[in-house]
């Protein structure tokens, strides 16, 4: 990166991780290296969300719809709606306090310590996962140890990023009912829709920001990490001098990236609706839907590093693994 803009496309990497995946897992078939390197890929995508959600809803409903004939909103009976149920959470709440305290800390508890586990757990095998696609190796121990202090510190960095986040979301969304109960308590409808809209648009802004940093985090600085062995702060430094430096090129890089996931996601559609949603009961089962999946875990992981190349020798992950192995 001395001055000398690299060439650097999102279409290149597709060959090389294809071929990496043939590689890896089929060239032989060895059906036990892939049951561990697809344990170590499950590890790395603990907590990471599954499937599509509820993104239609299912509320649904007929009695006592605040919506008019001609499907507008009758936002006067919406703020009277939201007046009455704030009036009787409040009632609720002030009658309830002394078991709504003590059973919110438990849960909250028990939420932050399977939060933490399940956040340290990911962190190790996000370095498991790279040390076997970079090594073309089906191994546990090995990375699980060489590379605890790398996980440690990425497993700090995404819990800051995670209380840095949850903090904001809380805050807006504390902010945004404050304002909703005063216009709705004060009868302006229009004041609370638009209070509505303003949080659902900061709440996807933030979402996209918290994409991004886990995004470029896993694809580009836990492979920084990997081969300076230094810290996550230190990797993110030197890939934000990157970064800042082509960012046109990483828009283009995510947009591509959304791309491939949309055609992915097809395809197992795809599968699905031809097993009559057999396939879709056998990769919800948690480490065998990884493991079946595995090839494109391997691709995706493949496709960073090779993409990363491209700026430099000194981010050819697999060239200094290589390097490392031919002396033997």
């Known amino acids: 990166m001395n001055g000398e803009q690299p060439h650097v496309s999102v279409v290149e990497p597709l060959t090389p991780a294809i071929e990496r995946v043939k590689t890896i897992l089929f060239r032989p078939f060895d059906l036990g290296k892939w049951f561990v390197i697809g344990f170590c890929a499950w590890l790395a995508e603990l907590g990471k969300p599954k499937g599509s959600g509820n993104a239609g809803g299912g509320d649904g409903g007929d009695g006592g719809s605040p919506f ?23 009632i609720f709440i002030e009658d309830n306090m002394h078991w709504i ?18 956040m340290w757990l990911s962190s190790r095998g996000r370095f498991m996962f790279l040390h076997c ?3 073309n190796k089906g191994e546990v121990g090995v990375p699980w140890n060489k590379f605890s202090r790398h996980a440690n510190s990425l497993f700090v960095f995404r819990i800051v990023v995670g209380l840095i986040n949850l903090v904001a979301v809380i805050a807006a969304m504390f902010a945004g009912i404050m304002l909703f109960a005063g216009a709705a308590m004060a009868g302006s409808g229009a004041a609370a829709v638009l209070i509505v809209v303003s949080v659902f648009i900061l709440m996807i802004a933030l979402g996209i920001v918290l994409f991004l940093i886990q995004k470029f985090t896993t694809d580009f600085v836990v492979p920084i990490m990997f081969l300076r062995s230094t810290s996550c702060s230190a990797a993110w430094r030197e890939f934000l001098g990157v970064l ?3 960012s046109g090129r990483f828009i283009l890089y995510v947009l591509f990236q959304i791309a491939i996931w949309i055609v992915v996601m097809f395809l197992i559609v795809a599968l699905m609706c031809l097993t009559c949603c057999c396939a879709a009961c056998i990769l919800a089962i948690p ?9 494109i875990f391997v691709f995706q992981r493949s496709y960073s590093l090779y993409y990363l190349r491209q700026y ?9 693994a290589e390097t490392v192995v031919s002396p033997e």
């Open 287 to 295: 480490f065998i839907g990884t493991v079946l999946l595995l090839p």
């Open 68 to 90: 008019s004939y001609s499907g507008r909103p009758d936002l006067e009976e919406m703020v009277e709606r939201a007046r009455d149920f704030f009036a009787e959470a409040r």
């Open 312 to 320: 430099g020798p000194s981010f050819d992950i697999f060239g200094a």
């Open 133 to 135: 696609v970079v090594e």
């Open 244 to 246: 800042t430096a082509n």
């Open 101 to 118: 305290v003590p059973v919110a800390i438990v849960g909250a508890v028990i939420v932050i310590i399977i939060w933490l586990l399940v």
